[in-house]
């Protein structure tokens, strides 16, 4: 398939996502880069092929896996040529910088690096320098980077949100240097509820709107990062999310061993199918984490609902992850707040 197959070229068009969708699943790398240079050429601006075309596809992508449509392996594939594509169009972007410096991360065990990298394009294109520094970023390491180059300001991106406490780590130790920082990403909750909750600006839904929020009144002032992260719920991190951090093997062993007695199913498991059904439990304590610590039962509850969607489409019956909820449930009897987020979920 050619890039000139299709005609007029537009990177906002049905047409044009599914034959980019096409091309990434096939594994057609060349494809996809002669795609996305034809676009280009035909005048297409460079962000709107970014945000309008890639960024929408790859979320196709993590689709398709979901529903099992797609294998893993073929999903990272298509990610990786989404990533080549990515790179042509960056390759033409000539661009000098006139705005000042930023710096583009994800957060410490975020590894979903194209919707950063994205955002680092775009930037550039507005007039940024950028320095994109990928993904799984330690809070630690991105305060070294800091102090190396000075910027003005740091973009953090955030896919899922257990991975919000660490975010909040680094956004903390950022503006404890006197460094803004803009947050965004699925992780951060819709319209980037969270990240402001954790001391961050916050750009929705997408690289556009950061690249607005950035041009527009920032810095915002810097106020005590401490007290900007407590929001109108007082401190965040408190005893009940600190026991089930801490005891996060406990409550998935005890849970995967009850389930055995209490699911009869798992008896025709194989270690393959064991080993995903203790994963599960596993996200099922991140998640309850996660909302334990930003206080709120929608992260909770949304994942619930997700996981519910992936396992049918695997064809793990709903009774499984209901079972696994009360499991963990009932080792919580201390913890009201933990109960009434799987309560919640157990509803949902």
């Known amino acids: ?22 091309l990434v699943g096939d594994g057609d790398e060349y494809g996809a880069v002669e795609m996305v240079n034809a676009l280009l ?31 893993v392996a073929r ?5 990786a040529i989404s990533e080549r594509a990515l790179a042509a169009v960056a390759a033409r972007n000539n661009t000098r910088p006139t705005r000042g410096r930023i710096t583009v991360a994800c957060a410490d065990g975020e590894w979903h690096a194209l919707p950063g990298r994205i955002l680092g394009e ?18 630690p390491h991105l305060v070294t980077h800091l102090h190396q180059t000075g910027p003005d300001a740091v973009a953090l991106s955030c896919m899922i949100p257990t991975r919000l406490p660490r975010a909040h780590a680094a956004i ?7 460094v803004p920082v803009i947050a965004g990403g699925r992780g951060f909750g819709p319209d980037g509820r969270w990240a402001r909750k954790l001391g961050a600006d916050a750009w929705e839904p ?15 002032p810097l106020t005590d990062p401490y007290k900007a992260s407590l929001g109108s719920s007082g401190a965040l991190g408190d005893e009940e999310y600190t026991y089930v951090v801490r005891n996060r093997a406990t409550l998935v062993r005890t849970g995967l061993d009850k ?7 798992m008896a025709e498991y194989d270690q393959r199918q ?10 099922i304590v991140d998640f309850l984490a996660a909302a334990l610590y930003v206080g709120d039962q929608v992260i909770f509850t949304d994942f619930v609902s997700w996981t519910q969607a992936v396992l049918e489409a695997r064809g793990v019956p709903a009774v499984a992850l209901q079972t696994g909820l009360r499991l963990v449930r009932d080792q919580l009897r201390d913890y009201p707040a933990a109960r009434g987020f799987l309560d919640a979920g157990l509803a949902a």
């Open 75 to 79: 999903e990272h594939a298509a990610t």
């Open 274 to 283: 064991t080993d995903a059904t203790a994963e599960d439990l596993g996200h």
């Open 41 to 71: 050429d035909a005048g297409v601006p460079a962000q709107r092929v970014m945000v309008d075309l890639i960024a929408p596809t790859q979320a196709r992508v993590g689709e398709l896996w979901a529903t099992n449509a797609w294998s």
């Open 206 to 220: 997408h690289a556009d709107a950061a690249v607005m929020r950035l041009a527009e009144n920032w810095p915002p």
């Open 122 to 139: 775009v930037l550039r294109l507005d007039g940024w320098r950028v320095d994109f520094l990928g993904a799984n970023v330690p809070g």
């Open 172 to 178: 903390t130790a950022c503006r404890s240097v006197g």
């Open 1 to 22: 398939m050619t890039a000139t197959s299709t005609s007029p070229l537009t990177a906002t068009g049905p047409e044009a996502g599914d034959r980019f969708l096409s």
């Open 259 to 265: 389930l055995h007695a209490a699911y009869p199913g």
